[in-house]
């Protein structure tokens, strides 16, 4: 009796220690918000919101190629300029590179939290305790949500949250913030094959697609019927950036002329046909994966398609932003503990070194990322990408292990 009653208690621990750590980076992710300024982002956000400010969501849109960002980040932008401009606020220190900050470091805890309920719950996610308290403290999280300057935090919380809704059969809150979640960026796209197919196997499609397109509808009203052109051009146009990660970097290591180029603008014929190509294949990728994991039935069959689908993306994504790679974070430790954490490590190398060379070394306060680095950090990248590669393989392999029918090219549906 007095066995059975001690290993809840020790989960119970456990399970706090993982809360007061959670905590604890918090806290230090708002210690290092108020204390430095963050990396370029935050003057793209601020000029983002001057311009909302005197000019309005339309003339944005139509005048900033740049501006790729839903209305809901667009009305954030617009409460934190007036908040940050008067003087009594700005004495404390709530200044606009702390507020856009601190709903990313919010996000990560609940992050944390979901994961948590969720793992002690029924229907029960196994993920392992260590697991959580790597994610609770993640050096990744630390800096792109206590430093950077982004909403990308805010779009995964989003992003899990309705994970954790097809985890309990919910599909009407599912679609809310899967809906919220593409409200922030416009890239959870991506993974809406995964949740489609799912809900489609369990007859509850519809209950899934109302709410998200009531939602979607309602939130991007404005641009949708007023100037649809230009908020698609801005926000469904948005390119990467050529030779900074992956396949990309490779190429242009190669010393073809046709591949060497770095930038997101003007590349060559080759250059533009291999982004179209390696852009075609992950959705191509995406939507079979999707529909061979519909049938999937246990608590993390969901998680895992989400996963697999940002792995995808990373491997053969033609460029990445650094801040992209809390996208995956919560939904590979889903998959595996182990891959979580090489991942995890090797992303944490590379965003150190990327940090630290365009914040001009130790302590960091301001970062502006330029040409004139890139020969200095990207070879960095080097690091979180072949982890992914190399995790893939190895998770292939272990599944062919496993049911030695499975084939990569088919169409036939994976079962548990």
């Known amino acids: 009796m007095l066995h059975s009653t001690s290993v809840p208690t020790e989960q119970a621990w456990l399970s706090l220690c993982v809360v007061i750590a959670a905590a604890i980076a918090f806290l230090l992710k708002v210690a290092i918000a108020l204390n430095t300024f963050g990396t370029n982002d935050v003057i793209s956000f601020y000029q983002f919101a001057q311009s909302l400010s005197e000019h309005g969501l339309e003339q944005t849109y139509r005048t900033n190629i740049a501006f790729n960002h ?3 980040v667009a009305h954030y932008l617009d409460v934190i300029f007036e908040v940050s ?9 709530i200044t606009f590179p702390f507020l856009l900050r601190l709903p990313g470091i919010v996000a990560d805890f609940v992050v944390v939290c979901a994961l948590l309920v969720f793992r002690q719950g029924e229907p029960r996610l196994r993920i392992p305790i260590w697991a959580l308290f790597l994610l609770a403290v993640s050096p990744v999280s630390l800096m792109v949500s206590g430093f950077h300057g982004n909403t990308d935090p805010i779009m995964v919380m989003f992003l899990v949250l ?14 809310i913030f899967f809906a919220l979640s593409c409200q922030i960026k416009i890239v959870p796209l991506l993974c809406l094959p995964v949740f489609l197919f799912f809900w489609l196997q369990r007859r509850s499609l519809l209950l899934f697609l109302l709410p998200l397109a009531l939602t979607t509808i309602v939130l991007w ?21 050529w030779g900074m990660w992956g396949i990309t970097y490779w190429l242009r290591q190669s010393g073809w002329s046709e591949f060497s180029r770095a930038s997101f603008y003007d590349l060559s014929a080759a ?4 982004v179209s190509f390696l852009k075609l294949t992950i959705i191509a990728a995406v939507i079979v994966l999707a529909w061979r994991r519909r049938k999937m039935t246990s608590e993390s069959a969901l998680f895992a398609s989400l996963a697999y689908t940002w792995v995808i993306f990373f491997v053969l994504s033609p460029g990445i932003g650094t801040q992209y790679l809390v996208w995956a974070a919560p939904f590979i430790l889903t998959l595996s ?3 979580y954490a090489a991942f995890t490590a090797g992303s944490s190398l590379f965003l150190f070194f990327f940090y630290n060379t365009i914040s001009r070394g130790l302590p960091w306060y301001g970062g502006i990322s330029n040409g004139d680095f890139k020969i200095d950090w990207t070879p960095w990248s080097i690091w979180p990408w072949a982890i992914l590669v190399v995790g893939t393989v190895l998770l292939w392999k ?5 049911d030695p029918s499975l084939r990569l090219l088919s169409l036939a549906a994976v079962r548990d």
């Open 162 to 175: 309705a994970a954790c809704q097809c985890v309990r059969n919910h599909p009407f809150w599912c679609g």
């Open 271 to 274: 250059q533009n046909l291999t």
């Open 221 to 241: 009203s404005e641009p949708l019927f007023h100037y649809p052109f230009a908020y698609a051009k801005n926000v469904f146009g948005y390119g990467s950036f």
């Open 398 to 402: 272990q599944s062919r292990r496993d």
């Open 337 to 339: 503990s182990q891959f």
């Open 70 to 72: 839903p209305p809901l």
């Open 85 to 93: 401009r008067k003087s009594s606020i700005e004495e404390n220190g």
